[in-house]
């Protein structure tokens, strides 16, 4: 049964079969790469709306479980816009020249409040996401897909999510209160009517005021709208004609000309208010904690004994992710392997590993012997098994550890680092426990 989950974005993963894709993929980079160059501004514009209003609420992503991550089936385009702003360096070469500047611009702003996870729509497999996305993609479906608005309902909701203009407010107050009936309201000039309460000095003899688009009567509704009628009812009867009013001239004299039995003199409590700062819209209030800005979070508790390793950990505890992640992840490759060789030297795994291999085998094989010592669940390993596997462009992967290094287009994300650390962290605290406690049984050996 599909479920709606929270899901950190940096666990995310691109769909190599995606549907706007022409052909299949090899790798998460190049997957990105294509859909931005067939998006084009329209993955800014995306991004952009992301970065103002917070991701859409009302369309989760559709993903399925993929080892410790999710394989976004539905939503790939609001993931790489999110990749976008939290790094748009990837977007060189495949993006044009001008969006990609203000995608850099946009980034800056988007990364002071960047968001750390989205609710998703999480399926078993994409069997189960079929009808789904047929529904979000197939069309109308006869009514049970998608149905677009015409223009008829595009003007209805342009009308009733903004207030009338002032003239419409003002007759809808008057129907409203029985004053004027539909019948009446069909005779009254609403381009002559809108000139008048568009006038300052005819709306201070009326006793309507304008604050924040809304009209606010200044004086009791009864003598309000005793003004109003009469202006409605000199238009209805032709006595004022449009071109009697035509001129701001003429709108002033207007207004000095109405009778003093029907002007309104606003009352004491009918004080303005000054208007509230606007602020920009906020439509999505969920946004998650910020995530931490080092790659070893503070609870993260491990007993290394060497010391060389010591201090990388703690500099990788202490760097910060947005301003240092090329150090960062270099560091983060080289913890890796150094860790691997310390376990196999001192450990004594018994297998094929040894210092000289490559960093997969040592990975794979530091991995199965904690598992064989019960240190470390078939589970925990599994993402250090897919890490060490060939041409995984994972974020704790070896293929991007090794890119980090030797790719000078390859810029590290920080979500993709804390990522990549999270995912192998239990693998680490088993790594160091079983050396620590192999150090501490020679040590103590050796005192007797």
Not at 121 to 142: D, P, S
Not at 195 to 213: H, S, Y
Not at 283 to 306: A, Q, W
């Amino acid at each position: 049964m599909a479920e709606r989950l929270p899901i950190a974005v940096a666990s995310l993963l691109v769909d190599l079969k995606n549907w706007r894709l022409p052909q299949p993929q090899n790798g998460q980079r190049e997957a990105q790469r294509e859909i931005a160059l067939r998006q084009g501004d329209k993955l800014f514009k995306l991004a952009e709306d992301i970065a103002k209003y917070g991701p859409n609420l009302a369309e989760l992503p559709i993903v399925m479980p993929f080892g410790t991550r999710y394989i976004v089936l539905e939503g790939n385009r609001r993931l790489v816009a999110l990749r976008a702003l939290e790094n748009p360096q990837w977007l060189a070469g495949a993006f044009p020249a001008r969006s990609l500047t203000e995608m850099r611009s946009l980034s800056k702003r988007y990364l002071q409040n960047p968001i750390a996870s989205i609710y998703c729509l999480v399926v078993k497999n994409r069997e189960e996401a079929e009808h789904w996305i047929e529904l979000r993609h197939g069309g109308e479906k006869q009514g049970a897909g998608t149905v677009k608005w015409g223009a008829d309902e595009r003007a209805r909701f342009v009308s009733r999510a903004s207030l009338p203009e002032l003239h419409t407010q003002a007759l809808d107050f008057l129907e409203n209160r029985g004053d004027l009936t539909s019948e009446q309201r069909q005779k009254v000039p609403s381009a002559s009517f809108r000139r008048l309460m568009l006038t300052p000095e005819v709306r201070k003899k009326l006793g309507v005021d304008l604050q924040e688009g809304k009209m606010t009567p200044l004086a009791s509704e009864d003598k309000v709208a005793k003004a109003l009628m009469y202006v409605v009812d000199d238009l209805a009867s032709g006595k004022t004609k449009t071109e009697h009013i035509y001129n701001k001239d003429d709108r002033l004299e207007y207004a000095n000309n109405l009778p003093k039995t029907i002007t309104v003199t606003p009352s004491a409590k009918s004080v303005r208010t000054p208007p509230q700062a606007k602020t920009k819209p906020r439509v999505s209030k969920f946004r998650p904690p910020t995530p931490r800005d080092e790659l070893i979070p503070v609870g993260c508790v491990l007993t290394i004994t060497v010391p060389r390793l010591q201090q990388i950990a703690g500099e990788l505890s202490s760097l910060s992710l947005a301003s240092h992640s090329n150090a960062i992840s270099v560091l983060f490759r080289v913890f890796v392997e150094l860790s691997c060789d310390a376990y196999i030297a001192d450990v004594g795994v018994g297998t094929t590993a040894g210092i000289d291999s490559y960093l997969s085998t040592k990975l794979q094989d530091t991995a199965g012997d904690l598992v064989a010592r019960g240190q470390l669940s078939t589970q925990q390993a599994r993402p250090v098994r897919i890490a060490a596997e060939k041409d995984k462009y994972l974020a704790a992967s070896i293929s991007v550890m090794n890119e980090y290094v030797h790719n000078q287009h390859i810029f590290p994300a920080a979500g993709d680092l804390r990522a990549g650390w999270d995912s192998l962290q239990p693998f680490f605290v088993a790594l160091w426990s079983v050396h620590a406690s192999l150090r501490k049984t020679l040590a103590t050996k050796g005192r007797k």
